[in-house]
Structures are given as structure tokens and as C-alpha cells.
């Protein structure tokens, strides 16, 4: 059928819609012989580790908070090193801030479409799914037990510049002595950190997990003290 005047016009945005429906990706890319998530919150370990949860707050890039609740969580495996490097931290009258960890593949969504093309190096594509939505990935700091403050380091968490590589040469001596020093424990206790952000930690063996879209509500519903 021809159509004539505007209708043709008129019919465009509803054709788009349809088509971009089709596209759309509606959930997590499907993933076969990955292992059930076996997700440990992270303030249970220790009561001395810290938690920082901007996505929890409108401290952070989005502008809003996309997290309902201030909490953190990973792979069992990647928590237990985890806790290897904040007992060694403790020994220097340190500790270790968590800004995420385990995060809803859904959120990850979010972040792709709110940020400009020339910040996707900072966030990951969901159509690929992101380390943190298997439980894999850990932001994190380090902060004095005494004044509980952040040690100085280059840059701040999320800063979407090139003071966040971990092998940025500018700052202070002290800054990257100790953004070193967060990478050294970590890495020797299994984790990579991110080309782009010295906060970012990735646990190996992530391979082996789904990317997954559980929502926070649905974890470690049981809320057991710290262990120390």
C-alpha cells in the first residue's frame, strides 16, 4: 500500500519503536556450565572492614542512587582472599573500604546507556556482562582504623580520568605508594587490577562464574556477625 502526505511520516516512530523492541536486550547473555552463585556479604568477614557504597547514594557518576541498600557481596573464593589482604592491611593499622562489589547485571545496563561514548572504557558493555556481575570484581581503597578516613591515593574512586590508571605517573609520592601498595596485596592474593582504574580488582578463575541479575534482597538474607 502507498501511503501519501504524512501518514508515512506519522508511521516512522512507531516503526522505530518496534524495531529498537526487537534489538532490545532484555536480560544477562546465557551462559552454559557456569557455577551457582555462592555469594558472601562482605561486612560478615570482619567487622572492621568498611563499607562506602556511593552507588547506594547520589555520590556517584549516575547522579542517583542505584542500589536500594548499602551492601557488598562476592564469590566465596574471591571474599576469602579478599580477607587475607585486609588481616594484612590490619597489621599496619589499615583496612580495607569497599566502594561495590557484586553488582545486578541490570545496573550495569544502566551505567552503559548513562554514560558519554568517551567514558565506555570506564564501564563494561552488558551485552558482554561485566566481571562485577559475577561476583568477580571488587572496587575498594584502603582507610586508617584510627581516624577511619581514606588514605591519599591519585584519584578518587569513579573519576573518569587518567589519574585512575594504575599506572599513572603524576600525583605525590605518597598517593602511588600506596595505590601500589593496594595493588601488591591484592594481586598477591589472586586479583588483577583493571587497566583503567587502580580501584578495580578482578578474581581469577572469573571465567568459571554466570553473569548474573540477582537482586541484593535475594542474598544472605541471614544477617550473621562478623567473624572478628
Same mark, same amino acid.
Given at each position: 500500500?502507498?501511503?501519501?502526505?504524512?501518514?508515512?511520516?506519522?508511521?516512522?516512530?512507531?516503526?522505530?519503536?518496534?524495531?529498537?523492541?526487537?534489538?532490545?536486550?532484555?536480560?544477562?547473555?546465557?551462559?552454559?556450565?557456569?557455577?551457582?552463585?555462592?555469594?558472601?556479604?562482605?561486612?560478615?568477614?570482619? $567487622? /572492621?572492614? =568498611? #563499607?562506602?557504597?556511593?552507588?547506594?547514594?547520589?555520590?556517584? @557518576? %549516575?547522579? &542517583? +542512587?542505584?542500589?536500594?541498600?548499602?551492601?557488598?557481596?562476592?564469590?566465596?573464593?574471591?571474599?576469602?582472599?579478599?580477607?587475607?589482604?585486609?588481616?594484612?592491611?590490619?597489621?599496619?593499622?589499615?583496612?580495607?573500604?569497599?566502594?561495590?562489589?557484586?553488582?545486578?547485571?541490570?545496573?550495569?545496563?544502566?551505567?552503559?546507556?548513562?554514560?558519554?561514548?568517551?567514558?565506555?572504557?570506564?564501564?563494561?558493555?552488558?551485552?558482554?556482562?561485566?566481571?562485577?556481575?559475577?561476583?568477580?570484581?571488587?572496587?575498594?581503597?584502603?582507610?586508617?582504623? $584510627? /581516624?577511619? =578516613? #581514606?588514605?591519599?591515593?591519585?584519584?578518587?574512586?569513579?573519576? @573518569? %580520568?587518567? &589519574? +585512575?590508571?594504575?599506572?599513572?605517573?603524576?600525583?605525590?609520592?605518597?598517593?602511588?605508594?600506596?595505590?601500589?601498595?593496594?595493588?601488591?596485596?591484592?594481586?598477591?592474593?589472586?586479583?588483577?587490577?583493571?587497566?583503567?582504574?587502580?580501584?578495580?580488582?578482578?578474581?581469577?578463575?572469573?571465567?568459571?562464574?554466570?553473569?548474573?541479575?540477582?537482586?541484593?534482597?535475594?542474598?544472605?538474607?541471614?544477617?550473621?556477625?562478623?567473624?572478628?
Amino acid at each position: 500500500m502507498k501511503l501519501r502526505g504524512n501518514a508515512g511520516i506519522s508511521l516512522l516512530p512507531l516503526w522505530l519503536l518496534l524495531v529498537s523492541c526487537v534489538w532490545a536486550q532484555t536480560g544477562p547473555p546465557k551462559e552454559e556450565n557456569k557455577k551457582e552463585a555462592d555469594l558472601v556479604e562482605l561486612t560478615k568477614l570482619s $567487622k /572492621t572492614i =568498611k #563499607l562506602d557504597i556511593r552507588y547506594a547514594t547520589a555520590n556517584n @557518576f %549516575t547522579g &542517583r +542512587a542505584v542500589y536500594p541498600e548499602a551492601r557488598a557481596f562476592l564469590q566465596r573464593p574471591a571474599a576469602k582472599a579478599l580477607l587475607k589482604v585486609h588481616k594484612a592491611l590490619k597489621r599496619e593499622g589499615l583496612g580495607l573500604v569497599i566502594f561495590d562489589g557484586y553488582r545486578p547485571w541490570a545496573i550495569t545496563e544502566l551505567f552503559w546507556e548513562v554514560v558519554r561514548p568517551d567514558q565506555k572504557k570506564f564501564v563494561a558493555d552488558p551485552a558482554k556482562g561485566s566481571k562485577h556481575n559475577r561476583g568477580c570484581a571488587v572496587d575498594l581503597s584502603i582507610y586508617d582504623l $584510627k /581516624t577511619g =578516613k #581514606l588514605i591519599p591515593m591519585p584519584s578518587d574512586f569513579d573519576e @573518569f %580520568t587518567d &589519574r +585512575a590508571s594504575p599506572e599513572y605517573t603524576g600525583g605525590s609520592d605518597l598517593e602511588r605508594a600506596n595505590r601500589d601498595k593496594l595493588r601488591r596485596l591484592m594481586e598477591g592474593a589472586g586479583f588483577t587490577v583493571n587497566p583503567n582504574e587502580w580501584w578495580h580488582f578482578d578474581f581469577n578463575g572469573w571465567q568459571d562464574y554466570a553473569i548474573y541479575d540477582i537482586p541484593f534482597s535475594d542474598i544472605g538474607t541471614d544477617r550473621e556477625r562478623p567473624k572478628e
